[in-house]
């Protein structure tokens, strides 16, 4: 109960202050995108010049705006405008070679067709794998607290391990992971890292559209290209030798050779009864070159000191990073630009920051956090978040930006996943006094909640939300909403068509900025401080340091 008034007197506190109007300028917004999303920006990779001129733009427009550099610490006790992000790259190194023996007839595979192989994040130069036995192992999941075990003491040494992507809810709706919404366990960046556990020579996810939430496409633009890591002292505890993907079609012609069926296999998998498979007179083989080397990539890090409490902190965040140049399109397109994703949203984060600056500074510090490598599993919120430059415990809020959309002004908002949060309640008030209504995930199934920045300061017990743009457009409604996102996700997603358009309303992104203003705003002018609610995984660990918030 005293956990509930608190949340509750939290949400009073902070709305009772009056809403805080800000006018963001769609026009500045598509000025910001139309730079970083331009083919000068060769897609803003970590590790390239596109990341060079990202970086130095984007602090340039945070100086342009009044911010004060919120970096590294240098020598002179002054602050960077930005934070070092070590990290290991690997790129593959020549041609790759794929075959898969089975029913006694070898089949020769593309690269990018039938598989997305990964460069080893091992720091292995070279991945050689040989007539390697194949296991089928239902949605790849260990999860003891829901007596769930896909692997059931399975020796996976020297194996090639085939997983189903998403939980096993998905196709049901219904069962031991919460229903349609996605878990972490759904996650292909935790099937990785359980093959590790489990000693597997290798896993590769089976691709299909609707559980993975997006086509092929985007996952051989992501998986073909440089892949990233944080720095680790044992990185094959977390990495098989080899990952990848592995198009539906494609194995299910392997489960049909070696006398299996996909969709029985697919239905068996759903009950904790699923025993793995090898699949009898099938092997799969490799054999590519990896490149390894450390890098320092950059967050870029702006910040408006607090006036009166400058010690708490709001943290604004939206990755600049994107894809890079990577395998071409149809058209021949090699750059990557990544306008919607994720250009908009820093455009619309150095809006903000400039809204804020136009206002007398808040009571608490607010700070604009421009994260690197989300692309590449979150790695510079993840970094950031290991090794604050400013303490989580007196961090009071993140307000993540990522993708937002530019169909137009919508009569709602949404958030990635449904947050047990109250920072997400502050929200929604927020966004009924600009006469806007919240819209829960249309996709829970997809784990945005587990896709985004947010989650590297949720998991450490920050109040996090990713803010996401609405579907019911004001000209067109749901439907043109809902085709809007549907195009996107389908032709420009992670592909070289993500480029900036001249027939976009960026009156909705800006709109999107104003209410995102409005409740930073607020909680900067405020004492309250957001909660996780009762039972929300991440409070226990928030809960640890409430002694340093009274």
Same mark, same amino acid.
């Given at each position: 109960m005293k956990t509930f008034l608190l949340a509750a007197a939290s949400a009073v506190a902070i709305l009772s202050s009056p809403a805080q109007a800000a006018d963001i300028d769609p026009a500045k917004i598509a000025e910001h995108v139309k730079i970083l999303a331009s083919d000068e920006y060769e897609g803003r990779a970590p590790a390239t010049e596109g990341e060079k001129k990202s970086v130095a733009y984007i602090a340039q427009q945070y100086q342009a705006v009044g911010l004060k550099p919120g970096g590294d610490l240098m020598k002179d006790g002054t602050r960077a405008w930005t934070q070092d992000v070590p990290l290991a790259m690997f790129e593959i190194d020549g041609p790759v070679a794929v075959s898969v023996a089975a029913g006694g007839e070898t089949l020769?595979? $593309?690269q990018g067709e039938e598989v997305a192989l990964r460069a080893a994040s091992t720091g292995a130069d070279r991945v050689t794998i040989k007539d390697a036995p194949i296991v089928f192992a239902g949605y790849g999941v260990d999860a003891p607290e829901r007596n769930w075990d896909d692997f059931k003491d399975m020796d996976l040494k020297g194996k090639v391990v085939m997983v189903l992507v998403n939980d096993p809810d998905f196709e049901t709706g219904s069962g031991d992971f919460g229903g349609k919404a996605m878990t972490y366990y759904g996650r292909? $960046?935790?099937?990785?890292?359980e093959a590790a556990r489990q000693g597997a020579l290798? #896993?590769?996810v089976v691709h299909e559209t609707a559980p993975a939430s997006y086509g092929w496409a985007t996952v051989k633009n992501s998986n073909t290209n440089s892949i990233f890591d944080?720095?680790?002292?044992d990185p094959g505890s977390v990495h098989p030798l080899l990952e990848g993907w592995i198009q539906r079609d494609a194995a299910a012609e392997i489960l049909k050779r070696a006398g299996l069926d996909f969709e029985t296999l697919k239905k068996q998998a759903q009950s904790r009864d699923f025993q793995p498979v090898e699949l009898k007179g099938a092997s799969f083989s490799t054999d590519y070159g990896v490149k390894a080397q450390k890098i320092v990539s950059k967050n870029v890090v702006g910040v408006i000191p607090g006036a009166k409490r400058p010690d708490e902190r709001i943290i604004y965040t939206s990755h600049w990073d994107h894809i890079g140049v990577g395998l071409p399109d149809a058209?021949?397109?090699t750059i990557y630009n990544g306008a919607v994703d994720n250009a908009d949203g820093v455009a619309t984060?150095?809006?903000?920051?400039?809204?804020f600056t136009q206002e007398k500074p808040p009571e608490r510090s607010v700070v604009f #956090?421009?994260? $690197?490598?989300?692309e590449k599993g979150l790695l510079g919120s993840e970094y950031y978040a290991a090794n604050p430059l400013y303490p989580l415990a007196t961090t009071v809020a993140n307000i993540n930006m990522d993708a937002l959309r530019p169909g137009g002004p919508a009569k709602d908002?949404? $958030?990635s996943g449904d947050a047990p949060v109250t920072l997400q309640d502050d929200l929604i008030a927020a966004g009924k006094a600009q006469g806007r209504r919240y819209s829960p995930d249309p996709r829970p199934e997809a784990g945005s909640f587990f896709r985004s920045d947010h989650f590297s300061f949720a998991k450490r017990g920050v109040p996090a939300i990713s803010y996401g743009s609405g579907e019911d457009l004001v000209d067109g409604g749901v439907e043109a909403g809902k085709a809007f996102a549907k195009e996107y996700t389908a032709n420009r997603y992670h592909q070289p068509a993500d480029e900036y358009d001249d027939s976009w309303n960026l009156e909705g992104v800006a709109q999107d900025g104003e209410l995102m203003f409005d409740l930073g705003h607020k909680l900067a002018n405020s004492t309250a401080w957001p909660e996780w609610k009762q039972g929300a995984e991440f409070k226990a660990e928030r809960d640890k340091t409430a002694a340093q918030r009274k």
């Open positions: 020769n595979w $593309t292909w $960046t935790y099937k990785y890292e290798g #896993l590769l944080i720095i680790r002292d058209k021949g397109d984060m150095i809006e903000i920051a400039r809204a #956090l421009a994260v $690197t490598a989300e908002f949404t $958030t």
